[in-house]
C-alpha cells in the first residue's frame, strides 16, 4: 500500500510541477529512470503512448503504473495525473472568467510557449542520446531523419511512429 501512495505522491509532483503533457515527461523521465524502470523501458512507453490514440500523458502514466504496481499502480498513476490539473483547470477557468478581456493573460500564455518548447527539445535529446556511453548509431540517425521529413510533410504522428518502430524491428535485431 505504501508503494501505491508513493507512486500516487510521484504522479501528482509530476502533474504538479509541469505545464503540459509533453513537458512532464522531461520530469517524469527523471523520476522513473532508475526507480521504476529501465530507460529502454520509458522509450517504448514514451513510443506506445504516442503512437496510441487518445491523451499520450494519461497514457504513458498508466504506462509507468502498470509497470510499477501493476493494475493497482496503474489505476493510482491515472487518478494522480488526472486530479491535479482538473483541480487547477476548474480554478482557473473560475478566475479567468472574471478576468476575461485582460491584456496580461494573453502575454503570460505566449510567454509560456518558448519554455514547454525547449522543454520538449531537451527531452528529445536526452532519449536520442540512448543509454549512457553508447553511442548514436547510423541507424537512430536515419530513422530521426525519416521521421522529421515524414512530420514536415506532415504525415500522421502515429504513422510515423508505427513506421520508426517497424524499421527498429529489423534494423535492431
Not at 489505476?75 to 473560475?94: D, E, H, K
Not at 519554455?115 to 543509454?131: C, I, P
Request: aromatic letters at 8%; a negative charge; charged letters at 10%.
Amino acid at each position: 500500500m505504501a508503494h501505491l501512495w508513493q507512486l500516487f505522491l510521484l504522479f501528482l509532483k509530476v502533474n504538479l510541477l509541469t505545464t503540459s503533457g509533453p513537458a512532464s515527461v522531461g520530469l517524469l523521465y527523471e523520476e522513473a529512470v532508475g526507480e521504476l524502470m529501465t530507460e529502454a523501458q520509458f522509450v517504448e512507453a514514451v513510443g506506445f503512448s504516442s503512437a496510441l490514440p487518445g491523451s499520450d500523458a494519461l497514457q504513458l502514466a498508466m504506462f509507468v503504473g502498470f509497470a510499477a504496481g501493476g493494475l493497482p499502480g496503474a489505476l493510482v498513476a491515472l487518478v494522480g495525473s488526472i486530479l491535479p490539473p482538473t483541480v487547477i483547470m476548474l480554478l482557473i477557468v473560475t478566475v479567468l472568467q472574471r478576468l476575461a478581456g485582460e491584456a496580461w493573460v494573453s502575454g503570460f500564455v505566449r510567454g509560456l510557449t518558448p519554455a514547454v518548447a525547449v522543454l520538449m527539445v531537451l527531452v528529445a535529446v536526452r532519449v536520442f542520446q540512448g543509454e549512457p556511453g553508447e553511442a548514436v548509431g547510423w541507424i537512430a540517425v536515419l530513422i530521426a531523419v525519416g521521421a522529421a521529413v515524414a512530420l514536415v510533410l506532415k504525415a500522421p504522428a502515429p504513422l510515423v511512429l508505427l513506421a520508426a518502430g517497424l524499421v527498429g524491428i529489423f534494423a535492431y535485431r
